[in-house]
């Protein structure tokens, strides 16, 4: 293949990629990165490389619209990446470190955990709990708007939703890839903060996250030009589109294929490891 | 969890939970934080926000025009080329240090063009954090103002302290 064919293709990859991880609410980087090993025979650590650039810049693109919703709340965010820097840099040396059949592995049983939660039922819990005294210290209660009106919430259980940012950091900075599902479980499941603040202050936190560990990956040698501009690009502008595209009546169906694919993905990164394959 | 006894006296919920949100006191008026005790325009979350959002995007175009820059010279120089990417070599340091990057755009690399474009990427949520410790001193919030240093340290680790800039 030569390079213009090779770029294109990997561009048009990264654009579908980007797309539907934007219309789905799952990101593109977890199907990139197996996608460039498995199609395209690329080093997993290309591809990690090239994935966490293209988490910073859908991440960092998406901010701006998601602002303007004013649900994101900052001191939350600002707070749990104190735990996603430390995490994501732990991840990124642990990447130079360990070997890519281990690293292949560990991301088949993350896909496949995506897969699981994106068609789990999503658990309603009881948001009106009392105040949890670290919360209000940390000041991270806040209110968004709602139908009826601004609503009020209470962060819980501090401590485990900061211990797992921590984790959701690291597996951001070793798979390269903005872990959503893990940030999800933290910040909606542990600290029942309300879904719609999770995801938006989550993608504030991507950014910064990945970040963190671009810099170790970039002076590593592992972000090869040639191979981070297609997947870039791509992601970028399909998750642009994705945004600015609302087919709510599409999402549910797409959402069910993209969470098939994640799951093959996972199975393949799993044989592949286990194989050495990789 | 004992160090926890000074916090504040927890207030009823359904009542504004916490004084520093961006919380409006009913859905009429506009979102104002209690920050306007010394400034006519008060600095309230959502205002740093979407300033925030702003410089996020503003440093995504940047970032992606030099990209693209560098691609339109890559292509024109290598487009027939080989692509293979089978085997990990490791970049080499004119694309994986601040001064070999800084070098090959000078040398009017393609390649050199996209590692800034991707060096201005990694920057643009440092820049972020910097925008983050601004407002919470306009805010004269101390613990978050304290917290942002210690991401901004990381991230600084992470792009200066890893072997970037030799």
Known sequence: ?278 | MNALNAAPQPKPPGKKTQSTAAAPNSPDEKPQSGFSRDGVEAWTDHRIEVILGNVLRSGVVLSAVGVLWGAAIYFARHAHQAADYRIFRGEPSEFRTIPGVIHSVLDGQGRGWIQLGLLLLIATPIARVLFSIAGFVLERDRMYVAFTLIVLGVLLYSLLGSGLTF
Not at chain 1, 61 to 78: H, P, W
Not at chain 1, 115 to 131: M, T
Not at chain 1, 240 to 260: D, M, N, P, Q, Y
């Open chain 1, 1 to 278: 293949m030569t390079i213009l064919e090779f770029t294109s293709i990997v561009g048009l990859v990264s654009f579908v990629a980007g797309l539907l991880g934007s219309l789905t609410g799952l990101g593109g980087g977890v199907v990139l990165v197996p996608l460039l090993t498995i199609l395209f025979h690329v080093d997993i650590r290309y591809a990690i490389g090239a994935s966490l650039v293209s988490v910073i810049a859908t991440s960092s693109g998406a901010a701006a619209a998601y602002v303007k919703e004013g649900f994101s709340n900052i001191r939350i965010g600002m707070f749990l990446e104190i735990a996603t820097t430390f995490g994501a840099l732990f991840g990124a040396f642990l990447a130079t470190r360990i070997p890519t059949t281990v690293i292949a592995v560990v991301f088949g049983v993350v896909l496949l955990y995506s897969a699981f939660i994106s068609r789990a039922p999503r658990a309603h819990a009881q948001r009106n709990q009392p105040p949890d005294p670290l919360a209000t210290r940390l000041r991270l209660n806040g209110s968004f708007p709602d139908r009826e009106g601004e609503r009020a919430y209470n962060v819980q259980r501090v401590p485990a939703g900061f211990s797992l940012m921590f984790g959701a950091g690291a597996l951001s900075g070793l798979l390269g890839i903005g872990s959503g599902a893990v940030k999800v479980l933290a910040m909606d499941q542990a600290m029942q903060i309300p879904f719609k603040v999770s995801t938006t202050t989550s993608n504030f936190m991507i950014g910064v996250t990945a970040a963190a560990s671009a810099g170790v990956y970039l002076s590593r040698g592992y972000v090869d030009p040639g191979l981070a501009m297609p997947v870039m690009l791509g992601v970028l502008a399909g998750s642009l589109l994705g945004s600015h595209i609302l087919i709510k009546a599409e999402t549910k169906s797409l959402r069910l294929v993209f969470s098939l694919l994640i799951l093959v993905l996972g199975l393949q990164m799993l044989y592949k490891g286990f194989w050495g394959h990789i």
